[in-house]
């Protein structure tokens, strides 16, 4: 799982990989991110939801195939 989330991550546009790194990651609140970035706060929000859907499209037949194991 984690090197087919490395590969997809290294798909994205910079912008995007960048923001989603800072925040899902490294864990930096948004307005740390938008800051170390340059940005104001809701570019960082638009960038880091559409890396995430991007991200979702890359890995959504990769999560699909996972199967989940029911608690007995």
């Known amino acids: 799982m984690r090197t087919r ?3 997809a991550l290294s798909q994205l546009p910079e912008i995007y990989r960048v ?3 800072l925040r ?3 864990g930096l609140s948004t307005e740390e991110a ?3 970035m ?3 706060t809701q570019t960082l929000k638009s960038r ?3 890396g995430r859907l ?9 999560a699909a195939g996972l199967a989940m194991r ?3």
Request: hydrophobic share 55%; charged share 15%; proline share 0%.
């Open 24 to 26: 899902d990651i490294q």
């Open 70 to 72: 029911s608690a007995a």
């Open 48 to 50: 880091l939801h559409r």
């Open 38 to 40: 340059g940005v104001k």
């Open 5 to 7: 989330l490395v590969s």
């Open 19 to 21: 923001a989603v790194l």
């Open 54 to 62: 991007m991200l979702r499209g890359q890995l959504g037949e990769f």
């Open 34 to 36: 938008s800051a170390a």
